[in-house]
């Protein structure tokens, strides 16, 4: 950069420098306002050249309604009496279009201290003046909300829990008036427990790491009664001020929920004994029948029963009635098959995964035929063990039935549709429901039952 140096000419350097302040107007009048000097911002603020101006009366930069109430000749006043008028308003450019402006005139001064004129200075404000009555259009608009939004408790609390923010739906639903709540802590408003576990400290935690925390729980109202809320905590960030809590009473939909799930809880237990019933009839019949095939048909047709049976009595002991634990419930189902029989052993190995439960019943059933069918065929004479395992990998589950026993007969086609027994039918019609594929390996020794289904039907 090339360097100058500064004019020995003081006055120079202060001319210099109201020439540069391009974003300021600034201009000097005598004591009746009219105008003597204009700088390179006036021109550029308000459009006139400084031939077009000067010899003029500043008051041509005032809208008409200032130019009625005196606005300049207060001004004057006020400045030549205070030693400065600050001010804020409209003023006026030479294409008639209006601009908001901060102004400030101070008198000038002669060496010998005896005021000879004014200096005016204007800037350009109006992008503040926007942004300003768009901040108070939305603080205004977020207090209508606030008030008007009475079947929701929305409140504000700094990073201690101090409620800074109580609207109206908040009076409504905890009981407390805003001027006696605002400044206490909002762990009054959760129960005693809750307070001592630390509820309102893990919601400011999730709320500050995830940029919302959602929670649901009782609340305590002014008069000791209880309700149950489900509520949003989000954070403040904008101010670092604290969180920003969103709730609603739910009671009623909470206390229907839970009679619902015992209902269907009830529900299940009854088909769960119903279909007890089923199985034991089939039972008796095949203990009772003179053919050997048919009490084989029955006791099969007791098992499949069984397997239904038992996936409904985990469903309706466990919290949720729409989804099994496929492990747990793997478990529970090959225990039982193990037990009924005396000669074969059952092993699982499964992965936890949550399934939902019409998957469950159709997944039990076809590892019943699976295997099932491995203790009637694989060792028809001798004792034998089956492994059962189940993977999940990504979206998909990995189903393995396995034997070491005699392997598939001659005659046996993996690629057969139907398959020739019952069992098989049923296996690939539960593999079709499923949008599964089945796989059926021979090995060295025993058979091998590969399926492979999508994690969500």
């Known amino acids: 950069m090339d360097r100058y140096l500064l004019p020995s000419d003081e006055t120079e350097i202060y001319r ?57 000749h207060k001004e004057i006043r006020l400045a030549l009496t205070a030693g400065r008028a600050d001010d804020n308003r409209w003023h006026v450019r030479k294409d008639g279009t209006s601009f908001w402006a901060s102004g400030l005139m101070m008198p000038l001064l002669n060496t010998a201290g005896e005021i000879y004129g004014l200096v005016k200075i204007i800037r350009d404000r109006t992008q503040t003046l926007h942004q300003d009555e768009a901040l108070r259009a939305s603080e205004e608009r977020l207090q ?19 409620i800074i923010i109580w609207n109206t739906g908040a009076c409504r639903i905890f009981g407390y008036e805003e001027s006696e709540i605002l400044g206490c802590d909002s762990r009054i408003l959760f129960l005693p427990g809750d307070r001592a576990e630390g509820a309102l400290e893990r919601e400011m935690a999730a709320a500050a790491e995830r940029g919302r925390a959602e929670n649901e729980r009782f609340h305590l109202r002014k008069d000791g009664s209880t309700f149950w809320g489900s509520g949003l905590t989000m954070p403040l960030r904008a101010q670092r001020a604290g969180y920003l809590k969103v709730l609603r009473d739910d009671t009623e939909r909470h206390f229907a929920d839970e009679h619902q799930q015992i209902m269907l809880r009830e529900m299940s237990h009854r088909v769960k004994n119903s279909l007890a019933l089923v199985a ?26 069984g397997t239904i049976a038992e996936v409904h009595d985990q469903l309706w002991r466990q919290p949720h009635t729409e989804t099994v634990d496929l492990a747990d419930f793997l478990s529970s189902l090959c225990q039982r098959l193990e037990q009924s029989s005396s000669r074969h052993t059952v092993s699982v190995d499964a992965d936890r995964c949550v399934i939902d439960a019409d998957r469950a019943i159709q997944i039990a059933l076809l590892v019943n035929e699976l295997v099932t069918n491995s203790f009637k065929h694989a060792y028809p004479d001798v004792r034998g063990h089956v492994a059962v395992s189940a993977r999940c990998i990504g979206e998909e589950i990995r189903f393995e039935v396995a034997d070491d026993g005699k392997g598939l007969p001659p005659e046996f086609s993996p690629g057969e549709r139907n398959g020739s027994s019952l069992g098989m039918k049923i296996v690939r019609g539960l593999v079709q429901q499923l949008k599964a594929e089945l796989h059926i390996e021979s090995r060295e020794p025993g058979t091998g039952f590969v399926i492979r289904l999508p994690r969500n039907g």
């Open 144 to 162: 209508l909300i606030l008030k008007s939004a009475i079947d929701y408790a929305i409140f504000a609390f700094d990073r201690d829990g101090r």
């Open 16 to 72: 210099h420098i109201v020439e540069s302040a391009r974003d300021y107007a600034i201009f000097a009048m005598d004591l009746d306002g009219t105008i003597v000097t204009w700088s390179a911002g006036a021109a550029n603020l308000f459009g006139y050249s400084s031939p077009e101006i000067v010899g003029q009366n500043s008051v041509v930069i005032f809208t008409f309604e200032d130019q009625l109430a005196g606005a300049l």
């Open 280 to 305: 034991a009839m089939l039972a008796m019949q095949a203990r009772s029948a003179r053919q050997e095939e048919v009490g084989q048909a029955l006791r099969d047709a007791e098992a499949r029963v």
